[in-house]
């Protein structure tokens, strides 16, 4: 059975000790209030990584870091490897973000070398797909993500594809004022699903988490989460703020 999955994605902001209340609020807040069948992940900079694996439950909270270098080690000034990642506590990465990819170069090759390097250290990778705004307007969405995935995911065994999670975001509807609709989301992520049973197998597909990772909020998450093949949300600003993530959370 496929998990459920909110993941909040802190971007570059709070500092450490603004972080850290952060995901103490949150922590209780799931304790006691959140969905129990939810997985919840708390995407900090690196340097929150391990403050905030030391202030919240484990057992519930689980900890992501929003970048890795491409690299195992060496003289890569200002670089973080996956080993010094795990070292913090944090078992996730985001990998291939929007941002990353528009801001920092990102290349499919890059996140090939991260990819790989995550998942020989037994990390779980949360691996971004999605498309700009004139793509979509252009009607070539699908062909567009579905070269992104051939370009990175699909050199996968089977095996290691069962590992990772995906997100699908709409880069068009993140900040600008557009919003996709419930229907549009599923439709892609039914799309992506699609593409790997054709790949895989049908099998496969069913036990791939895809989340849908723009503009989520407490008041669409319960109508985006109904859907067949939304399991859940990659989120943004929305995970910033304590009661509105855990809204999200409990959207199911």
Request: charged share 20%; glycine share 8%; net charge negative.
């Amino acid at each position: 059975m496929r998990k459920k999955i909110v993941a909040g994605n802190w971007k570059c902001n709070t500092t450490v000790k603004e972080g850290v209340e952060l995901a103490k609020s949150v922590n209780e807040l799931v304790l006691t209030r959140g969905a129990k069948d939810v997985v919840v992940v708390l995407g900090t900079p690196f340097t929150h990584l391990n403050s905030v694996a030391e202030s919240v439950d484990r057992n519930r909270i689980q900890i992501a870091s929003q970048n890795c270098a491409a690299e195992s080690k060496g003289a890569f000034t200002g670089e973080v490897s996956v080993s010094m990642i795990q070292s913090t506590g944090a078992n996730y990465v985001i990998l291939g973000h929007s941002e990353r990819r528009e801001y920092y170069n990102e290349t499919s090759e890059i996140l090939n070398k991260k990819l790989a390097l995550i998942l020989e250290q037994g990390l779980i990778p949360i691996y971004c797909c999605g498309e700009a705004l004139t793509i979509r307007e252009a009607g070539t969405q699908n062909e567009f993500v579905k070269q992104q995935l051939d370009e990175t995911i699909f050199y996968l065994t089977e095996e290691q594809l069962l590992k990772i999670v995906i997100a699908y975001e709409p880069i068009w509807a993140i900040g600008t004022g557009k919003t996709a609709t419930t229907q549009q989301a599923q439709d892609m992520l039914a799309y992506i699903r699609g593409l790997i049973a054709a790949k895989y197998s049908k099998s496969v597909a069913e036990e791939i988490s895809i989340l849908y990772g723009g503009s989520c909020s407490a008041s669409n998450a319960n109508e985006l989460f109904s859907q067949p093949d939304i399991d859940g949300g990659l989120i943004g600003g929305a995970s910033l703020k304590a009661e509105d993530f855990l809204s999200i959370i409990n959207g199911y």
